[in-house]
C-alpha cells in the first residue's frame, strides 16, 4: 500500500499511510486475501484516482460511497467502469443530466478516466470492496484516510467545486470551507433518488460558471467517443 504513482499527494498522505488505523486496514486487507476473498478494485488501482488527478489539478471533486463489486467494473474511480462494462445505473442518470443541462449526448461507455485527467476528483469514501458484498469495507478504516484526501484538497486548494450527491457524500463533505470553495449539493444520482433533484440540478454548467469566473479552464464533461482502460 503507497502512493508512488501519486507524487503530489505523498507529502500530505505517506505519513497517514503509516498511522495504526492504516495499518490494521492493511492488514485486514492481507487476511481477505489469505482467505482468498476476491477484492475490487484491483490493489494497483486503489489508489487511481490519486494518481491520475496530481493534487495542484483538482478542480473539481466528486465523492461517491463505495466500489463497485462486481467483476470487471470498479476501476478505482467513483461512478466510472472499464469501457467494454455495462453502465451502471446511477451514471446513466448522470449522462441524462449532462444531456439536459449541457446538450451533451449520452457517452456509448463508462469510463470517466478524461474527467480525472481534468483535474475532476472522483474520489470514493471506502477504496475496496468484497466481490457480491456491497459496503463489505466500510467502517475498516478508509473513511478517516479519505477525509484526510478532502481535507488537503480543502487545505492546499483554492476555487474548487465539490459536488455532493446523496446524504453520505454531504456529511463527509461537511467541514469543506465554503468561503473558499463552491459546494454544490444534490440527491444521489441513484434510480432510487434522482427524480427527487439530482436530475435538473444543472451541477455541470454551475460548476464551469464557476471555474471561468476563477480564471480556469472548464471540464470538459464530454467524454471521448473510444475510451481507453484504466
Not at 474548487?160 to 459546494?183: E, N, P
Request: hydrophobic share 35%; proline share 7%.
Amino acid at each position: 500500500m503507497a502512493l508512488s504513482n501519486a507524487k503530489s499527494w505523498k507529502p500530505y498522505l505517506d505519513q497517514e499511510l503509516e498511522q495504526p488505523y492504516m495499518l490494521t486496514l492493511k492488514e485486514f486487507l492481507r487476511l481477505e486475501k489469505n482467505e482468498h476473498k476476491t477484492i475490487y478494485p484491483h490493489s494497483a488501482n486503489w489508489f487511481h484516482a490519486l494518481e491520475v488527478t496530481p493534487l495542484p489539478d483538482v478542480k473539481v471533486v466528486i465523492l461517491g460511497q463505495d466500489p463497485y463489486h462486481q467483476p470487471h467494473q470498479a476501476n478505482g474511480l467513483c461512478f466510472s467502469v472499464q469501457p467494454e462494462v455495462k453502465i451502471p445505473p446511477s451514471l446513466r442518470n448522470i449522462y441524462k443530466e449532462l444531456q439536459t443541462d449541457l446538450n451533451i449526448s449520452h457517452a456509448l461507455h463508462g469510463c470517466l478516466n478524461s474527467w480525472a485527467k481534468q483535474g475532476v476528483l472522483l474520489l470514493n469514501g471506502v477504496l475496496t470492496v468484497e466481490y457480491n458484498t456491497p459496503n463489505a469495507h466500510q467502517g475498516k478504516g478508509w473513511e478517516t484516510f479519505t477525509d484526510v484526501v478532502i481535507r488537503t484538497v480543502d487545505e492546499q486548494n483554492e476555487n474548487v467545486v465539490f459536488l455532493l450527491w446523496g446524504s453520505y457524500a454531504q456529511k463527509k463533505g461537511a467541514f469543506i470551507d465554503t468561503q473558499r470553495h463552491l459546494v454544490l449539493k444534490a440527491p444521489h444520482p441513484s434510480p432510487l433518488s434522482a427524480h427527487r433533484g439530482f436530475l435538473g440540478c444543472q451541477h455541470f454548467s454551475r460548476t464551469n460558471q464557476y471555474l471561468e469566473q476563477h480564471g480556469q479552464i472548464p471540464i470538459q464533461w464530454e467524454l471521448p467517443k473510444i475510451a481507453t482502460p484504466v
